[in-house]
């Protein structure tokens, strides 16, 4: 993309919402209050806002390479903590998508430098379901299985922390597990069961 038109695109995206209301910016600029904290993929053609509809203000956002949530990841629990305990959204969001490229490196047998430490997280939700995916013959439908596990142990990792773990005591916050078809443009619920799995993992995971 030209770098000019970028700057061509904004003025008249500008002007645009100014002309539906003169104050758009104003009212933009006084506060947000997302109901949604959706964690993605970075991948270019996947656009959260734009799948989902979603004005500014809506929706909180982290993207990420195969949208992941590392339990030592400083930027996403971060984050996590700002949205749920701060600004107090109601649901949580990881949204995967098919013929995504993270998932693809991760089942390389190759030395990737420094994406091999954050591609190890895909790595190990494929040794925590190796029998299921290694009875899937065709390798499409195997890495679309994978990309659908790797959404589900994000899942788990949000549940994990203690920011949800408060606000799903205190008032019923929701994680839910999506992917994006990329070639159909749909979404994808998984209906993670978010209630059973919060009971499975207590035991071990529980912080309060």
Same mark, same amino acid.
């Given at each position: ?35 949604? @904290? ?6 270019? =053609?996947?656009?959260?806002? *734009? +799948?989902?509809?979603? &004005?500014?203000? %809506? ?59 954050? @591609? ?6 494929? =040794?925590?379901?190796?029998? *299921? +995916?290694?009875?899937? &013959?065709?390798? %499409? ?68």
């Amino acid at each position: 993309m030209d770098l000019q038109q970028i700057f061509n695109n904004n003025h008249e995206w500008v002007k645009e919402k100014l002309k539906i209301n003169p104050d758009y910016f104003q009212d933009l600029s006084k506060t947000q209050n997302p109901k949604l @904290l959706y964690i993605g993929c970075s991948d270019s =053609r996947v656009t959260a806002e *734009e +799948l989902m509809g979603a &004005k500014p203000g %809506e929706v909180f956002i982290l993207r990420n390479i195969a949208n992941l949530v590392p339990n030592t990841d400083l930027c996403s629990n971060a984050l996590i903590n700002y949205a749920v305990s701060h600004l107090k959204v109601e649901h949580v969001v990881v949204c995967g998508h098919y013929n995504c490229g993270g998932v693809k490196a991760a089942m390389q047998s190759a030395d990737l430098g420094i994406l091999n430490p954050w @591609l190890r997280n895909i790595r190990d939700v494929y =040794r925590l379901h190796r029998v *299921e +995916l290694n009875a899937i &013959k065709d390798e %499409e439908e195997k890495y679309k299985r994978l990309v659908e596990l790797n959404v589900q142990e994000q899942c788990i990792n949000v549940i994990k922390t203690a920011d949800v773990q408060k606000a799903y005591r205190d008032r019923n916050i929701t994680v839910h597990g999506w992917v994006f078809d990329i070639y159909s443009g749909k979404i994808i619920d998984l209906e993670i069961n978010f209630t059973k799995i919060l009971n499975d993992i207590m035991e071990i995971y529980r912080l309060s």
